[in-house]
T-cell receptor, first 114, second 116 residues
Framework: QQQVKQSPQSLIVQKGGISIINCAYENTAFDYFPWYQQFPGKGPALLIAIRPDVSEKKEGRFTISFNKSAKQFSLHIMDSQPGDSATYFCAANSIIQGAQKLVFGQGTRLTINP | NAGVMQNPRHLVRRRGQEARLRCSPMKGHSHVYWYRQLPEEGLKFMVYLQKENIIDESGMPKERFSAEFPKEGPSILRIQQVVRGDSAAYFC??????????????FGQGTRLTVV
């Protein structure tokens, strides 16, 4: 069963704080783990992604931590800003005939209070 | 803008009518994916297509739903005899032909279907 479980469902963080969203997966065949950011009325946009042979990837204020043995990965947003308020989806990717099929987590609605 | 284009952005249908949702992938992309997002929920995979081929339709309801990606023109997601439970946002994504690990899927803005 291809599943990705995401928590928490919603998160409120003060401006300047650290936002942490967690995901867990079951299928060890997943080989690519992207995070998407979605604003209301818009499509999901790729934020940052990691391969399972790397334990951490950082891009600006966004960091993915990856624990292969535990089959868990998380998104950390440092110095959270009101503009980061959005819904965040983790995903896991499997390859079918040379192209990817993404399985998404349930999403986390992040609110950054000014 | 060379992004994934979906139309219409909003679609209202009465119960029993047909809904047709269109998706034009990014230039150079020949892999198209359709996802459904119910209110307050995540994205659920429906179908993955390449030109003239359905590769994986494991997430597609067995009845009333169909998808195609013809040699020419956009990909179409068709929902026949719509019911209130079909009301959702439908997103299309595309990726390059030479996709592999690390190849991003780019999403369109979605079509919000409302069945009244």
């Amino acid at each position: 069963q291809q599943q990705v479980k995401q928590s928490p469902q919603s998160l409120i963080v003060q401006k300047g704080g650290i936002s942490i969203i967690n995901c867990a997966y079951e299928n060890t065949a997943f080989d690519y783990f992207p995070w998407y950011q979605q604003f209301p009325g818009k499509g999901p946009a790729l934020l940052i992604a990691i391969r399972p042979d790397v334990s951490e990837k950082k891009e600006g204020r966004f960091t993915i931590s990856f624990n292969k043995s535990a089959k868990q990965f998380s998104l950390h947003i440092m110095d959270s800003q009101p503009g980061d308020s959005a819904t965040y989806f983790c995903a896991a990717n499997s390859i079918i005939q040379g192209a990817q099929k993404l399985v998404f987590g349930q999403g986390t609605r992040l609110t950054i209070n000014p | 803008n060379a992004g994934v284009m979906q139309n219409p952005r909003h679609l209202v249908r009465r119960r029993g009518q047909e809904a047709r949702l269109r998706c034009s992938p990014m230039k150079g992309h020949s892999h198209v994916y359709w996802y459904r997002q119910l209110p307050e929920e995540g994205l659920k995979f429906m179908v993955y297509l390449q030109k003239e081929n359905i590769i994986d339709e494991s997430g597609m309801p067995k009845e009333r739903f169909s998808a195609e990606f013809p040699k020419e023109g956009p990909s179409i997601l068709r929902i026949q005899q719509v019911v209130r439970g079909d009301s959702a946002a439908y997103f299309c994504a595309s990726s390059p032909r030479t996709g592999g690990p690390g190849t991003e899927a780019f999403f369109g803005q979605g079509t919000r279907l409302t069945v009244v």
